[in-house]
């Protein structure tokens, strides 16, 4: 989450979600989305559906909030290559079907909030690392954060299908994404390879006979510090990691002359999970900012949404070859 959002969240703590949500927008509406229907610019009902099937399917599209923005179109191409349909990244009526075709599951259901959920404790999470290093624990800013990532959703859309719905409220009932795998579609699966595309900004996840498993949108490298080439491995997994930084990185906005220490939390700037690749300092990670995913804004690193990368751990082992793509 943005600064200026985890400021604001510990004031939504005291007043809830007040706003009316948008005209059309309720859990009724998502979970009866079909076509012929025609999503306009904003958010619709058939996308929230859309982005649900999606996520639960293994093609994800970062954060579901209802919109066409890149990650979905992305998520789009790649479960429309793996079906044998024209990857033009378009929800139209022969898409739907498809996606429709894995899972039968409501895309949105109640939830109650658990006492876990509101417990806490909740952090303000300075920007800057150095007075990060400062905190015993990288924690959720919020209760409607910590629902949010629960739910792979956006906060914007957690709240919008909520009007009025105090969320730091343990026993209150809301409407969230149903995003837990359905219809037995849990089973372990034994990967070949991880391919990084680096113009596609996506993660591939292939199978022994070269079937996709799996895709996320991923944040690869940057500018200042590209992420590397050619084929490497996986070494290592480490869940609830803590960061250490070091001022040969000479990260922007960083001024340490020294090593310092990150406490582990999901506001972690590696996230909930960092999996170690052979290439050294180098991995695959979650992130504190879901919302940037897909975006070239990772410091050198794969960042993905703490649930991809969370999923991924669970899919990988020691050796399993990552290849980077141009």
């Known amino acids: 989450m943005s600064v200026l959002v985890r ?16 005209q059309g927008l309720d859990l009724e509406a998502v979970n009866a989305a079909g076509f012929p229907e025609k999503p306009g610019k904003g958010v619709s009902p058939a996308r929230v559906k859309a982005q649900v099937l999606l996520d639960r399917a293994r093609f994800s599209p970062g954060v579901i909030d209802g919109r066409n923005g890149e990650n979905m179109q992305n998520a789009v191409k790649a479960f429309e290559g793996a079906r044998g349909l024209r990857a033009d990244g378009e929800l139209d009526e022969e898409l739907w079907a498809k996606l429709n075709e894995t899972s039968t599951d409501p895309a949105l259901v109640t939830y109650t909030i658990a006492d876990e959920d509101v417990r806490g404790p909740f952090a303000t999470i300075p920007e800057k690392m150095e007075e990060q290093a400062e905190l015993k624990r990288l924690s959720y800013s919020s209760p409607e954060e910590l629902l949010a990532e629960k739910f792979h959703m956006d906060v914007d859309l957690l709240k919008d299908l909520n ?11 809301i409407v969230v994404a149903n995003v837990a795998p359905g219809d037995g579609d849990e089973e372990k699966r034994d990967i ?7 113009s596609e900004h996506i993660l591939r996840v292939l199978g022994k006979d070269g079937e996709v498993i799996a895709t996320y949108p991923a944040s690869i490298g940057s500018d200042e510090k590209p992420a590397p080439s050619g084929s490497h491995s996986v070494r290592a ?13 000479a990260f922007k906005g960083v001024k340490a002359n020294e090593k310092f220490v990150i406490k582990p939390g999901p506001n972690n700037p590696v996230g909930s999970t960092w999996i170690g690749l052979s290439v050294e300092s180098f991995g ?7 919302e940037k995913v897909g975006k070239a804004y990772s410091n050198g690193c794969v960042r ?3 649930w991809d990368v969370e999923e991924l751990a669970k899919m990988v082992k ?6 980077f793509m141009e």
């Open 237 to 249: 997994v480490a869940r609830n990691p803590t960061y250490t930084y070091n001022p040969d990185y």
């Open 7 to 22: 400021v604001l969240g510990s004031l939504v703590l005291l007043t809830g979600a007040v706003a009316a949500a948008p």
């Open 284 to 290: 695959i990670h979650g992130t504190p900012d879901p």
């Open 192 to 198: 070949d390879k991880i391919e990084v595309v680096k």
């Open 318 to 323: 020691k050796g399993t070859p990552v290849v």
């Open 304 to 306: 993905l949404t703490n």
């Open 163 to 173: 009007p009025g719905k105090r969320f730091d409220k343990a026993g209150e009932t």
